[in-house]
T-cell receptor, first 115, second 108 residues
Framework: GAVVSQHPSRVICKSGTSVKIECRSL??????MFWYRQFPKQSLMLMAT?????????EQGVEKDKFLINHASLTLSTLTVTSAHPEDSSFYIC???????????FGQGTRLTVV | QKEVEQDPGPLSVPEGAIVSLNCTYS??????FMWYRQYSRKGPELLMY????GNKEDGRFTAQVDKSSKYISLFIRDSQPSDSATYLC????????FGQGTTLQVKP
C-alpha cells in the first residue's frame, strides 16, 4: 500500500504552547487529507477534511481556531494545536487519499501529551 | 442511529480458528467499503478495499459485502496470535466513516 508519514510520533508540551503535526504522502499525491482524534479504546473521530489548496472542512464541535489545518501541497498537510491544554492530550492520526473513491492510507499517529 | 455499527467485542478465539467480523450500516448510498487493522498505539493499516456487493479474497482474509442487507464482513482464516488487534470497518463517501472497531485476541 501507499505510505503516509506522520511526524512526530510522540510529543510532550507545556500547557499554553502550540504543537504542529505533519502528515506527508510519500509516494502519491493526496488531494484529500483527513485528521482524526482517537481516545483510548475508542474509534477514530474525524476532526476535519482538507483538500489541497482549500480551507479545511471541520466537523461539528471541532474548534477551527484551536486546530489549525493547512494543506498547502499535494503531499503535505499540517495540524497545529494552538494554546494546548491537558484535555487536548490524545492520539492524533492523519489519513491521505489520492482521489475521492480510492483507498485512504493512514499515518502512524502522534501521541500528544500536554502537561 | 449511528451510520455504521460494529460490535466492539472483545472477541477471543483460539489460534487456527476462523474469525468473522461484521458491520452494519444505514446509508444505502455507501458503495466503497474498507477494513483496517490497528495495533495498539499505531495508525490503522488498510487490509481490504471493496466496491459494491460481492466477495474479495487476499490470502487469509476475505471481505464480503451484502448491500441488500447493508452488511459487511471480514473473515480471517487460520487466525494467528499476530492477528490480535482492533479491526475497523469504514465506508468511503467523500469522507471516511468508521465503525467503533472490534478488538480481537487470538490465543496461542
Amino acid at each position: 500500500g501507499a505510505v503516509v508519514s506522520q511526524h512526530p510520533s510522540r510529543v510532550i508540551c507545556k500547557s499554553g504552547t502550540s504543537v504542529k503535526i505533519e502528515c506527508r504522502s510519500l509516494d502519491f499525491q493526496a488531494t484529500t487529507m483527513f485528521w482524526y482524534r482517537q481516545f483510548p479504546k475508542q474509534s477514530l473521530m474525524l476532526m476535519a477534511t482538507s483538500n489541497e489548496g482549500s480551507k479545511a472542512t471541520y466537523e461539528q464541535g471541532v474548534e477551527k481556531d484551536k486546530f489549525l489545518i493547512n494543506h498547502a501541497s499535494l503531499t503535505l498537510s499540517t495540524l497545529t494545536v494552538t494554546s494546548a491544554h491537558p484535555e487536548d492530550s490524545s492520539f492524533y492520526i492523519c489519513s491521505a487519499r489520492a482521489e475521492r473513491d480510492t483507498e485512504a492510507f493512514f499515518g502512524q499517529g502522534t501521541r500528544l501529551t500536554v502537561v | 442511529q449511528k451510520e455504521v455499527e460494529q460490535d466492539p467485542g472483545p472477541l477471543s478465539v483460539p489460534e487456527g480458528a476462523i474469525v468473522s467480523l461484521n458491520c452494519t450500516y444505514s446509508n444505502s448510498a455507501f458503495q466503497y467499503f474498507m477494513w483496517y487493522r490497528q495495533y495498539s498505539r499505531k495508525g490503522p493499516e488498510l487490509l481490504m478495499y471493496t466496491y459494491s456487493s460481492g466477495n474479495k479474497e487476499d490470502g487469509r482474509f476475505t471481505a464480503q459485502v451484502d448491500k441488500s442487507s447493508k452488511y459487511i464482513s471480514l473473515f480471517i482464516r487460520d487466525s494467528q496470535p499476530s492477528d490480535s488487534a482492533t479491526y475497523l470497518c469504514a465506508m468511503n463517501t467523500g469522507k471516511l466513516i468508521f465503525g467503533q472497531g472490534t478488538t480481537l485476541q487470538v490465543k496461542p
